[in-house]
């Protein structure tokens, strides 16, 4: 156990560290963006979850999840499982993890200088910009889940699939309301579609700007987590009985 814990932070490093390049172009560009619109643009004009920010909470999770389980596949790793008695959904699992707290850990320094070259230009309090990195942590996170889930279906076309299911969240937010033209069909999507709103409703809570209780939106968050875990899981499982496994075998 003790072996185990002390080898999860190094190979999350190793992951922030095997993407690095890919890591830190994403935030010399958020960053500069931010200065730049920071300098010429109200801030009353952009929500939190709308910031430049945002662009670290997407992005981190498609650099770092993105090949998650499809880069064995490709790279021929998967015949591994053919000789290895391990658990590969456990394995895939704790990559998951890794994924998550190292895009964690880098979302909350990236976006610390991101908010200190934001307040370089603008008055705003440090904890009026610090109260986002909640509900952007949620985003990365479900971002991250998503790429897990996809990615044990797709080799390829994952990182656009991830943000077409980010996309869904928008969707979902201007077109998925009661009365709207889905009708019957509107609670089906809104629980298969990505939790954009849920987040808000989480972003506004943390900014003490909403008086609804929290529980419904994470029970949102929670069930959008489990869909996409479910889906990895039956996908890993598939591909090693048949399918891409056949498919990866193939000369």
């Known amino acids: 156990m003790t072996a185990r814990m002390v080898g999860f932070p190094r190979r999350v490093w190793l992951r922030l560290h095997a993407k690095s390049t890919s890591l830190v172009v994403l935030t010399l560009v958020t960053a500069a963006l931010a200065a730049l619109l920071a300098a010429t643009t109200p801030e009353s004009e952009f929500t939190r979850l709308d910031s430049r920010v945002f662009v670290l909470a997407v992005g981190v999770p498609i650099i770092l999840a993105g090949r998650l389980i499809s880069e064995d596949f490709r790279g021929g790793m998967i015949q591994l499982w053919i000789q290895r008695t391990t658990d590969p959904v456990g394995f895939y699992l704790t990559r998951l993890g890794e994924a998550l707290v190292g895009g964690a850990i880098f979302i909350i320094l990236a976006a610390l200088i991101e908010m200190g070259?934001?307040?370089?230009?603008?008055?705003?309090?440090?904890?009026?910009?610090?109260?986002?990195?909640?509900?952007?942590?949620?985003?990365?996170?479900?971002?991250?889940?998503?790429?897990?889930?996809?990615?044990?279906?797709?080799?390829?076309?994952?990182?656009?699939?991830?943000?077409?299911?980010?996309?869904?969240?928008?969707?979902?937010?201007?077109?998925?309301?009661?009365?709207?033209p889905f009708g019957g069909w509107t609670p089906v999507l809104r629980a298969l579609s990505f939790p954009?709103?849920?987040?808000r409703d989480i972003d506004s809570m943390v900014a003490g700007e909403g008086a609804l209780e929290p529980w419904v939106s994470l029970a949102r968050i929670a069930w959008f987590a489990i869909l996409w875990l479910a889906v990895g899981v039956v996908g890993i499982r598939w591909s090693l009985r048949a399918g891409r496994l056949a498919k990866a075998q193939a000369p």
């Not at 008055?123 to 910009?129: E, V």
């Not at 954009?196 to 987040?199: D, G, M, N, T, V």
């Open 117 to 180: 070259l934001f307040l370089a230009f603008s008055d705003s309090a440090i904890a009026d910009r610090l109260v986002e990195l909640p509900s952007l942590l949620l985003l990365a996170a479900c971002v991250s889940i998503v790429g897990f889930g996809l990615t044990a279906w797709l080799n390829h076309g994952t990182a656009i699939a991830m943000l077409a299911v980010y996309i869904t969240g928008y969707i979902e937010r201007d077109f998925l309301i009661p009365g709207g």
């Open 196 to 199: 954009l709103s849920a987040l």
